[in-house]
């Protein structure tokens, strides 16, 4: 199955950002080719960008905080393992108290590195990272796989508490909606969301093999998906009846 996530407003959309470029820095610093390095760092670069908002890091404390509040109303309900629900609530707080220690806006350490930013300020600029260029980069890029990948480390650490937090906030959100079996006749489907719930997050999983690329937009009060296929080189509305798996996640 293949799982398409639709942010029903700008918060989880930068949440699900980041997800993914911390995702990618991952797997970019296991690896040991100077390249693969190359676009470790221009990830880490991304990250303070998608970062840079002033009021980020207080909208995860408050999404902390409100989750929180949310698990410790579920204390003393008979349904509710104590053990797992303190093992959460420990993993908020950790991630709370991280985030709070950290100085500044996402990344704001590298900021203050002047060597990285004199390789941020290019980074963008097609071949501006070349020899000629910023030879001290291109002599650190002759380093050894292993000296790269605990710089790499090193700096990435700094945007550790945000990381942890993303991904915690971003499972308790995906855990808390149920999958629904659905059918889009002649390629799309209209739904109205139940009324007294603000939803957050849609998720769609669809078979490969239907050859499918849902066309997801929604709001508060609906959603809406349309089924494309690829004819060619272009995408074409799809008037074939498909069945996918929808969750509505709060």
């Not at 949310?70 to 104590?82: D, F, H, K, M, T």
């Not at 906030?169 to 659905?182: C, E, F, H, N």
């Not at 066309?215 to 080189?233: A, D, P």
Request: charged share 25%; hydrophobic share 40%; with cysteine.
């Amino acid at each position: 199955m293949i799982l398409y996530e639709y942010p029903f407003n700008e918060r989880i959309r930068t949440y699900l950002r980041l997800e993914h470029l911390f995702r990618r820095l991952g797997t970019l610093m296991s690896r040991g080719e100077a390249l693969d390095h190359h676009y470790a760092l221009a990830t880490i670069f991304e990250i303070m960008d998608v970062g840079a908002r002033a009021d980020l890091k207080s909208d995860v404390m408050k999404d902390i905080d409100r989750q929180r509040q949310v698990l410790n109303g579920y204390r003393g309900n008979p349904a509710i393992s104590e053990k797992v629900l303190d093992e959460v609530v420990g993993q908020l707080d950790a991630c709370f108290s991280a985030l709070n220690s950290m100085p500044g806006k996402a990344g704001q350490p590298l900021a203050e590195n002047e060597w990285l930013m004199s390789i941020r300020s290019r980074v963008n600029i097609p071949g501006g990272t070349c020899e000629f260029d910023l030879p001290s980069y291109f002599a650190w890029q002759h380093r050894s796989p292993k000296a790269r990948q605990e710089d790499l480390e090193r700096w990435a650490s700094t945007l550790g508490p945000l990381a942890e937090s993303i991904h915690l906030l971003l499972r308790l959100l995906r855990d808390s909606g149920s999958p629904q079996k659905v059918m889009a006749a002649n390629g799309q489907l209209q739904q109205n969301l139940p009324q007294g719930r603000t939803f957050q997050l849609l998720r769609l999983s669809i078979d490969p093999q239907l050859g499918l690329v849902p066309e997801i937009s929604g709001n508060r009060l609906m959603v809406s998906v349309r089924l494309m296929k690829q004819e060619g080189e272009r995408l074409q509305a799809s008037g074939d009846a498909a069945s996918f798996e929808l969750t509505l996640c709060s």
